[in-house]
């Protein structure tokens, strides 16, 4: 079973900063491309960046050139740094992996619990 802890959310101003961080724990062989999204009340979950094992990055346009998603040493973990927040950025932050367990398994989605981003006007 693959668990992905999310910590780093709360509340700043806007204009500020913030870092997300997920790390995934349980039977992992491998992850390939890992990931944040967000759901705002009333809305749809929405991509906000990804990162595959190769390093390649996508990213919400909402959010280009203010957020940043990087991959950590161990691979099995993924940040987010958040500058110049808008309020507009308020919504439960969620992780997202692609993982298998096994070598020659598949690789299946997991995500994560979610973290509450809000940013005051």
């Known amino acids: 079973q693959v668990q992905l802890v999310e910590s780093g959310g709360g509340l700043v101003q806007a204009g500020g900063s913030l870092r997300l961080s997920c790390a995934a724990r349980?039977?992992?062989?491998?992850?390939?491309?890992m990931g944040w999204y967000r759901q705002a009340p009333g809305k749809q979950r929405e991509l906000v960046a990804t990162i595959t094992s190769g390093g390649f990055t996508d990213y919400g346009d909402s959010v280009k050139g203010r957020f940043t998603i990087s991959r950590g040493n161990a691979e099995n973990s993924v940040y987010l740094q958040m500058n110049s927040l808008k309020p507009d950025d308020t919504a439960v932050y969620y992780c997202?992996?692609?993982?298998?367990?096994?070598?020659?398994?598949?690789?299946?989605?997991?995500w994560g619990q979610g973290t509450q981003v809000t940013v005051s006007s």
């Open positions: 997202h992996a692609l993982v298998r367990t096994t070598a020659w398994g598949p690789y299946t989605s997991s």
């Open positions: 349980g039977s992992i062989f491998g992850i390939n491309t």
